[in-house]
């Protein structure tokens, strides 16, 4: 049945009429080897995933899609390209260092690509726990990630960097962002690490931070620097939209516990 059902697919890619699944398939283009369309059988037979729908974006080492899950909520699925050589010098600096992830990396890309993934899946747990606003994390499986969908019917939400909002919500966001860093920092022990107006969405009224698959832990050789150049991206976002910020150096003493507040 699997196989045969991936073959269909494939031949469905041919050109041949015949269509297998179509709600799953209709958007699942070339960019898919099998084991990845396997994997996505498999989440939709264990009833995390009933339909995948328009692509939400396009990288070049991962796509996101919209879907649908049970009771027909809405689903983020996140799918890491197996096959970007590229990918594996980038992803190197954040693996090595972080002691969850560096006991054995794998050789094959398509394994370090899953662990990539597993790597962004427990960190999102992680924030979520740490009451970090970032999407919902719901399952990782293999080289696909699914999650809680930021926007409404297939739409997301804009970027906070596309955002058009008040000097008030900007200033709201970005005490929200302070916060957020510091509860990472200090509950989940975790660094971003890329943290910056491209990876933050805005919906109702309330920002959820994403891509956060590079991020490590406070021990990682690299964290003071990923630390600080967060907080500069934000600080001079926000600076740049109006709103007043207070030093640099404030803003980590307070996300870092060295001191208990922050003056605006
Ligand atoms: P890029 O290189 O484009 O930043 P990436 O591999 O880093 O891609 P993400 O930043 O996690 O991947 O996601 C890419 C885009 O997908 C985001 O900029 C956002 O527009 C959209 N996206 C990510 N997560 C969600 C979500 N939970 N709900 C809705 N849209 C999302
Ligand atoms: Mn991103």
Known sequence: MEDSEIDSFFRVRDKEPRIVDKDLFETVEEVFDKATVQAILKLMRRGVLRSLKGVVSAGKESRVYWGKGPGGRDLAVKIYLTSSAEFR??????????????????????????????????????????????????????????????????????????????????????????????????????????????????????????????????????????LLRDLRNITSFFEGVGVSVPPLSKVLHYVTGEVSELEY
Not at 105 to 118: C, D, E, Q, Y
Not at 139 to 162: D, H, I, K, T, W
Not at 167 to 191: H, M, P, Q, S
């Open 89 to 226: 010098k980038g992803m190197m600096k954040y693996i090595i260092g972080d002691h969850r992830f560096d006991k054995s990396v794998p050789k094959s890309t398509r394994k370090l690509v899953i662990l990539w993934a597993k790597k962004e899946f427990n960190n999102f747990t992680e924030f979520y726990k740490a009451g970090v606003s970032v999407p919902e994390p719901i399952c990782q499986y293999e080289n696909v990630l699914v999650m809680e969908f930021v926007g409404e019917n297939g739409v997301r939400a804009p970027l906070l960097r596309e955002a058009d909002l008040t000097l008030e919500e900007y200033t709201a966001i970005f005490r929200g962002l302070v916060e957020d860093v510091r509860k990472a920092y200090l509950r989940a022990g975790l660094i971003h690490g890329d943290l910056s107006e491209y990876n933050v969405m805005v919906w109702n009224g309330r920002h959820y931070i994403i891509d956060v698959s590079q991020a490590v832990p406070v021990t990682h050789p690299n964290a003071a620097e990923l």
